[in-house]
């Protein structure tokens, strides 16, 4: 099976500047999250929707981030403006169902802010 | 919701030993207990994964054991090699949430 794309890859901003990344789960795939995580840390969870729903986003500093999932596929994840400590990689990955299934994560986009 | 405490933080061996890592967890009714391994620069990537009904779960090198009784289940690396250097997680799970912790970092010597 297609595993999890995300793009792009790599992504280097100024401050204040905004950016957006996308994630394609796996196909039939109903959870998706997003988590940032930066070098030295584990990941640390954004948000995370169950088809087009929000379960979480307790963690997602609104003022700036703002993440959709439209059609309960594909999501984006979009900062607005960018801040230095928002340098990290930020990580899509899919489940089956919920939690109690196994993630699968895509390679990563490694952002940074200068 | 779910509270897991996983140890050690960090763990040595030299190649050919063994590597333990035990987490703990308070909520009982947890019933999926997945090991994440992520290397250096790379995504996490599931392991192996024991849900309750199961104890032990073996496959080559690694296995998990599940002690429900005592709510802990453990990581066991045996044989080690140099590709197993990475960091490993036992997320928690809080109701429908699903973050990861520090995790342990395992360092494999040659």
């Known amino acids: 099976e297609a595993g999890v794309a995300q793009s792009p890859r790599y992504k280097i901003i100024e401050k204040r500047q905004s950016v957006a990344f996308w994630c394609n789960p796996i196909s039939g795939h109903a959870t998706l999250y997003w988590y940032q995580q930066i070098l030295g840390q584990g990941p640390k969870l954004l948000i995370q929707?169950?088809?087009?729903?929000?379960?979480?986003d307790s963690q997602l500093p609104k003022d700036r981030f703002s993440a959709e999932r439209l059609k309960g596929v594909d999501s984006t994840l979009k900062i607005q403006p960018a801040k230095l400590e928002d340098s990290a990689v930020y990580l899509c990955?899919?489940?089956?169902?919920?939690?109690?299934?196994?993630?699968?994560f895509g390679n990563g986009t490694r952002l940074t802010v200068t | 919701g779910e509270n897991v405490e996983q140890h050690p933080s960090t763990l040595s061996v030299q190649e050919g030993d063994s590597a333990v890592i035990k987490c703990t967890y308070s909520d009982s009714a947890s019933n999926y207990f997945p090991w994440y391994k992520q290397e250096l620069g790379k995504r996490p990537q599931l392991i192996i994964d024991i849900r309750s009904n199961v104890g032990e779960k073996k496959d080559q090198r690694i296995a998990v054991t599940l002690n429900k009784t005592a709510k802990h289940f453990s990581l066991h690396i045996t044989e080690t090699q140099p590709e197993d250097s990475a960091v490993y997680f036992c997320p928690p799970r809080s109701d429908y949430k699903l973050s990861f912790g520090a995790g342990t970092t395992v360092t494999v010597r040659a």
């Open positions: 929707f169950q088809n087009n729903g929000v379960v979480d």
């Open positions: 990955a899919s489940s089956l169902e919920n939690v109690n299934s196994p993630l699968h």
